[in-house]
């Protein structure tokens, strides 16, 4: 199996960030891993694990990649309700979707992880340098199944 992966990363990043909805609530942008200095409403992209399955023949296959997908806000508001808005988007998004096409795959589709208790993500973390603000994290894990464009040998 020849793609790695960073396509689809990429993808998920520009299919969330041309979301006006999300754009609206997280203006501070979609990030993978971490967010931009002073950030205080955004997306964050983790990749959490990758594996590829191949198929019997040796040939094709496909790959799994978890994500946590979360809308992060800085708030003295208990919870900002614009960050559970921004987690039933992502979720809208996400579920069941196809992502647009992506270099180097036929096909990615999008789903939150099921049969497990980490399939939502809803945190809360108190702001280190203010302790009357409290950093709010709303979301879910998701499972792309990426399939790469298999090249004969």
Known sequence: MSAEGSAVDNAL????????ALATVCPDGVH?????????RYLVIVMEG???????????????IRY???AVGLSSVTPPADMTA??????????DQPLP??????AVTLSRLEDTD?????????????PSLRW???????????SPIVTPV
């Open 101 to 106: 096409p992506v270099p180097g795959y036929e």
């Open 68 to 70: 946590a997908v979360s």
């Open 32 to 40: 993978l891993d971490e967010a931009l200095p002073n950030s205080k």
């Open 13 to 20: 990043v520009a299919y969330l960030l041309g979301d006006p």
């Open 86 to 95: 921004a987690a039933e988007r992502i979720h809208t998004l996400l579920q």
């Open 136 to 146: 709010y994290s709303r979301g879910g894990r998701y499972v792309a199944h990426a």
């Open 118 to 130: 980490e399939a939502r993500i809803r945190l809360v973390v108190p702001d280190s340098g203010d």
């Open 50 to 64: 990758h594996r590829d399955v191949s198929a019997f023949s040796g040939q094709g296959g496909y790959q799994l």
